[in-house]
């Protein structure tokens, strides 16, 4: 699994925001969608964006205690903190990305998203921990055979 930065310059005490090269076809295929006027896409890739703008604005992981209505606590996961960041309710769209925070490396690793969550319901929760779970697996093995 190839990371990719989402880093703007001269930001250098913000929070790193790595993404996938499949988080990067789906945003790519939301903005074509939106292009030839699709609503949804339109809106999805809108809160996305939001969603990218508030982790870069974080100077460090989030705390328990840091949780708002943008950025809680995925409860389902069970062995790695891991954040779900939404926006307003939207009777349209429910764009939900989970994220882990490397604390080591002031990084924000985009593990699951979802752009429909309003039309898969609670079922994008059922699974969200263990999958979530398998991706940051996936990220520390990356990591350990770079040598970082």
Do not use: C
């Not at 989030?62 to 926006?87: C, F, G, I, M």
């Amino acid at each position: 699994m190839h990371l990719r930065h989402y880093r703007p310059e001269g930001m250098l005490r913000s929070v790193d925001v790595l993404r996938s090269r499949q988080f990067d076809m789906w945003v790519r295929n939301l903005v074509e969608k939106a292009r030839d006027g699709d609503v949804v896409a339109f809106a999805t890739a809108k809160y996305v964006s939001d969603q990218i703008t508030y982790l870069r604005g974080l100077t460090r992981p989030p705390n328990l205690e840091d949780e708002t209505a943008t950025l809680k606590w995925v409860r389902q996961s069970r062995r790695y903190q891991l954040w779900r960041l939404s926006h307003p309710y939207d009777g349209l769209v429910a764009a939900r990305l989970i994220v882990w925070f490397d604390d080591e490396h002031n990084t924000a690793v985009i593990a699951l998203f979802a752009g429909d969550k309003a039309r898969i319901g609670d079922a994008f929760y059922a699974s969200v921990g263990t999958r979530g779970d398998q991706v940051v697996d996936l990220w520390k093995a990356e990591r350990m055979r770079e040598g970082q």
